[in-house]
């Protein structure tokens, strides 16, 4: 067993990061990590892959594609005890809290997700500049549905 085993906690952390720096001008998140792992999540992959209820629903198959993101920033960063950071995007977007662990995740696997995530805004018809408008009751604070 390699002592990165024993390196978790309640969340699962594995991999704690030494360094947070959101960079306004390029609207991305670069985050180091104890391990030596550096990620650079733009602030649009972060939006379209919030940990929130109304991005990732209850279950996988409710998984919600947003769309017309391309522009979105991150406002502000609220730090959650030692675990995890809020993201407050300029689009009102600010239920998810994205712990060390996802962080981490998200970074490593950013070429299959963001792949995968182009992939389903054209399978879907949908785009990175624009949103679809939707009509009726509101799905949550955030700016809608997605």
């Known amino acids: 067993m390699t002592q990165e ?17 959101y960079k306004r001008a390029e609207r991305e998140l670069v985050i180091t990590f104890d391990n030596g792992a550096r990620a650079t999540l733009p602030a649009e992959y972060l939006r379209v892959e919030s940990p ?3 991005v990732q629903g209850h279950s996988p198959d409710q998984k919600q ?9 991150v406002a502000e960063l609220e730090p959650i005890g030692n675990y995890a950071v809020r993201l407050i995007f ?3 977007h600010d239920t998810g809290i994205f ?3 996802y962080l981490y ?8 997700r963001w792949a995968r995530y182009l992939s389903e805004l054209a399978a879907q018809g949908l785009n990175r500049d624009t ?13 809608g549905c997605g």
């Open 99 to 101: 712990s060390w662990k």
């Open 131 to 143: 949103a679809p408008h939707r009509h009726g009751p509101s799905c949550g604070s955030g700016g």
């Open 105 to 112: 995740e998200l970074g490593m696997e950013y070429d299959e």
């Open 5 to 21: 085993n024993f390196a978790t906690d309640a969340h699962g952390t594995q991999h704690w990061p030494t360094e947070i720096r």
């Open 65 to 73: 594609t947003v769309p017309g993101k391309r522009t979105v920033a």
């Open 90 to 92: 300029d689009d009102g």
């Open 52 to 54: 929130s209820a109304e």
